[in-house]
């Protein structure tokens, strides 16, 4: 490639190793299908090498230390907004995730009461109701395959919680819009009639004036869900988020809110089916909490061993491979110069896999995560599964909640088996999840 070639001339360090692959398609057809991209080329090149994926040539950093060069240190030679592949920014317009700088922050401060402190707390009541109803549901079924299920579940809290809806009819109608939405992210952007991209922009202006709707009849009448927070909610110069703002920003929240739940929660069951000693324990420790009565807010606060099953999930099995990023300001890592105008690409995934952190990086254990072992704690940015840094998952303490709850319900009142002669192996997009779907028997215990 003579473009990069002068570039590499202008400067004293060499481009970082690897190929550009195909002209237009560099490695895209690759990075898409095979699971192990990153890791072959590691073994090959080591922890910083270059590519060329969706149409733009590409370095892949791993491990803490690069983790912390791109979310910390060296943050401000990255641009989000630029690191976000076309079709993300038409489907999911200007939110968060397209937001740099003041304007990031601004909004970041106006989003948080929604997610944290009181707000989180006045939705336990409603995560209980309908995780039991789920529950429920998915025992009268007995046989099921668990990720449609746990995608409605984790959609239908997100929008009672976010926007309010009411459970039935309605969210059922929003999450096949969703879905269509969601397609449109990973498809090629063509514009003609019926094509997934045109499907998926259609579904997204539904979702917007439904949203809208939600938000007039808040202003009438305000409610407990986020909406309302949002509308009311004013920082210390008493600045507010406008309509046109609540709007992007509460579609967002609604992808970014159910998808990678789902993914983890799925692995979760997956995880512990495989595991009986660790699930005998998690048991255990469930079992001692319901003697002391209900599940409450408080009883959240007292299952360490769920909190290290948990981490252990988000380890091995994390929703989100990595992180995106557009490079607007050269930089020298490791000693291999890195252009202005390419994308950087930190890797969550292998990250959790390097073995100067985790010890049998493979094997499922939360034991590496006792107080007395904690692994993670050995180097900065070695657990990134929700990223880090400035941009921080918006929703962490949200789903800790919703996955704390609907695991110590599952715990407590039902056994689920995975069923035979299925496909485990995983799927890394939307979110990571196994092929198979999850086949699964369940069974509510006769004192649950
Ligand atoms: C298991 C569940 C979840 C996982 C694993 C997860 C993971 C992540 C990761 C890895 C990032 C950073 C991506 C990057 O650096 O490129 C992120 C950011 C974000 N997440 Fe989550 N997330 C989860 C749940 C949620 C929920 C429930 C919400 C909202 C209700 C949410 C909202 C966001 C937002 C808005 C950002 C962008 C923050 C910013 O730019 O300031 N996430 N999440």
Redesign the pocket.
């Known amino acids: 490639m003579f473009f990069f070639a002068g570039l590499e001339k202008e400067n004293t360090h060499p481009l970082p190793p690897g190929s550009f692959g195909l002209p237009l398609i560099g490695e895209t057809i690759d990075f898409l299908r095979d699971r192990n991209f990153s890791q072959r080329r590691e073994q090959k090149y080591g922890n910083i090498f270059k590519t060329n994926i969706l149409g733009r040539p590409t370095v892949v950093m791993t491990g803490p230390e690069a983790n912390r060069f791109i ?1 910390d240190t060296h943050f401000d030679h990255f641009s ?1 907004h630029d ?1 976000w592949p076309k079709n993300f920014k038409e489907l999911l317009g200007k ?3 397209l ?1 740099e700088g003041e304007e ?1 922050q601004r909004n ?1 401060r106006l ?1 948080m009461p929604a ?1 944290h402190g009181q707000a989180l707390r006045s939705y336990f009541a409603i995560m209980v109701d309908t995780i039991n109803r789920y529950l429920v549901k998915w025992s009268q079924m007995k046989y099921l395959t668990l990720l449609p299920e746990m995608k409605q579940m984790t959609f239908e809290l ?1 929008s009672i919680l ?1 926007l309010g809806s009411k459970p039935g009819t309605k969210t059922t109608l929003l999450s096949q819009k969703f879905s269509k939405l969601t397609a449109g992210l990973f498809s090629l952007p063509i514009r003609l009639p019926f094509t997934t991209y045109t499907l998926a922009l259609k579904a997204r202006d539904f979702l917007l004036n439904y949203i809208e709707e939600e938000i007039r009849e808040r202003e009438k009448n305000p409610a407990q869900d986020a909406l309302s927070l949002l509308i009311k909610t004013k920082d210390k110069e008493g600045d507010s988020l406008s309509l046109e703002e609540i709007k992007v920003q509460a579609l ?2 609604l992808f ?3 998808e ?2 789902t ?2 929660l799925t692995s979760l069951c997956m995880a512990l089916a495989q595991n009986p000693d660790i699930l005998a324990q998690t048991k255990a420790e469930q079992e001692k909490l319901k003697q002391q009565g209900k599940l409450s807010n408080e009883q959240l606060k007292q299952i360490p061993y769920l909190e290290q099953v948990l981490k252990e999930v ?1 380890r091995l099995y ?3 491979g ?4 557009g490079v607007v300001k050269p930089f020298t890592y490791n000693g291999y110069y890195v252009p202005q105008g390419w994308q950087a690409l ?1 890797r ?1 995934e292998r990250t959790h896999q390097d073995q100067r952190v985790y010890t049998n990086p493979l094997k499922f254990d939360p034991e590496r995560f006792h107080p007395k072992r904690a692994e993670d704690k050995k180097m900065d940015y070695s657990l ?5 840094g ?7 303490a ?2 800790q909640m ?2 704390k709850i609907f695991a110590s319900l599952l715990l407590r009142n039902y056994q689920w088996k995975l069923e035979p002669n299925q496909d485990l192996s995983l799927d890394a997009l939307p979110s990571l999840h196994p092929r198979s779907g999850l086949k699964i028997l369940m069974i509510k215990n006769s004192d649950g």
């Not at 990595?322 to 990023?325: L, P, V």
């Open positions: 979310l989000w690191g939110s968060l995730f937001q990031h970041r989003l997610f997100a976010l967002l929240m970014a809110g159910h990678t739940t993914s983890m988000e994390p929703p989100i990595g992180g995106f990023r930190y969550i990134v599964g929700f990223g880090g400035s941009r921080f998952c918006l929703g962490y949200f789903a919703e996955m």
